[in-house]
T-cell receptor
Framework: AQSVTQLGSHVSVSEGALVLLRCNYS??????LFWYVQYPNQGLQLLLKYTTGATLVKGINGFEAEFKKSETSFHLTKPSAHMSDAAEYFC??????????????FGSGTRLSIRP | DTGVSQDPRHKITKRGQNVTFRCDPISEHNRLYWYRQTLGQGPEFLTY????????KSRLLSDRFSAERPKGSFSTLEIQRTEQGDSAMYLC???????????????FGPGTRLTVL
C-alpha cells in the first residue's frame, strides 16, 4: 500500500525567502509522485510530477522537487517566495504496475503563508 | 479546452435528503475520478471510470453513494439519505487514459461543496 506524510501542516515564510515543504512517502513499488496546489475555493492544480528518469523535477511557478529514493522523500522547494504562493499544497503518490494505479493517495496538506 | 466543470458549486441540504452532483470532464479524456475532501485533509479517492465502466470503488463509498457515467462523458454522483458526516468537498478529475499507461495526469474540477444540516 502507498501512503504520504507531509511534515508540518502550516509553514510560514517571508516574501523572498526559501520555501521548503516536506514530503515522505511509503510505497512497495516504484512510485509516481506529485505535488498539487489548491487555492481557496478552487480545485487542485498540478505543480509537478516525478515518474521516471531525472530525479530533480521542475514545475510551474518556479517550484521544483527532488526524488530521493534512499530517503523516501519528495520535498518541494522554491528559491524565493512570492505573495501569490500562499495556498494549500498536497503531496501525492500513485503506484506503477497495478490495475488501480490511477488512484492517487494524497497527504493531508501543508498550508503555506507568506509574510510581507 | 474548458477544463473540468462541476455543478453545483455549493449544495446545502437537510439530513435525509438525496443529492446529485454532476461532473463534465475535459472532452477527450476517457478516465474520470471522484474524490472527497474534508476540512483540513487531502482528497480521498472514491471511485474511477474508464469510459463508462466503473473500475474501482473505495471502501469509503457506502451503499448510499452511487456514481454513473452512462455514455462515457459526464458523470453523476448521488448520495442518498444524506448524513452530517457527508459534508465535504466532492472533487472530480479527468485524465486522458493513454493505452498502456498505468497512470497519467489528472486534472481537477473546482469541486462541489456539500453541507448537510
Amino acid at each position: 500500500a502507498q501512503s504520504v506524510t507531509q511534515l508540518g501542516s502550516h509553514v510560514s515564510v517571508s516574501e523572498g525567502a526559501l520555501v521548503l515543504l516536506r514530503c515522505n512517502y511509503s510505497s512497495s513499488v516504484p512510485p509516481y509522485l506529485f505535488w498539487y496546489v489548491q487555492y481557496p475555493n478552487q480545485g487542485l492544480q498540478l505543480l509537478l510530477k516525478y515518474t521516471t528518469g531525472a530525479t530533480l523535477v521542475k514545475g510551474i511557478n518556479g517550484f521544483e522537487a527532488e526524488f530521493k529514493k534512499s530517503e523516501t522523500s519528495f520535498h518541494l522547494t522554491k528559491p524565493s517566495a512570492h505573495m501569490s504562493d500562499a495556498a494549500e499544497y498536497f503531496c501525492a503518490v500513485t503506484s506503477t504496475g497495478y490495475s488501480s494505479a490511477s488512484k492517487i493517495i494524497f497527504g493531508s496538506g501543508t498550508r503555506l503563508s507568506i509574510r510581507p | 479546452d474548458t477544463g473540468v466543470s462541476q455543478d453545483p458549486r455549493h449544495k446545502i441540504t437537510k439530513r435525509g435528503q438525496n443529492v446529485t452532483f454532476r461532473c463534465d470532464p475535459i472532452s477527450e479524456h476517457n478516465r474520470l475520478y471522484w474524490y472527497r475532501q474534508t476540512l483540513g485533509q487531502g482528497p480521498e479517492f472514491l471511485t474511477y471510470f474508464q469510459n463508462e465502466a466503473q473500475l474501482e470503488k473505495s471502501r469509503l463509498l457506502s451503499d448510499r453513494f452511487s456514481a454513473e457515467r452512462p455514455k462515457g462523458s459526464f458523470s453523476t454522483l448521488e448520495i442518498q439519505r444524506t448524513e452530517q458526516g457527508d459534508s465535504a468537498m466532492y472533487l472530480c478529475a479527468s485524465s486522458l487514459g493513454l493505452a498502456g499507461s498505468s497512470t497519467d495526469t489528472q486534472y481537477f474540477g473546482p469541486g462541489t461543496r456539500l453541507t448537510v444540516l
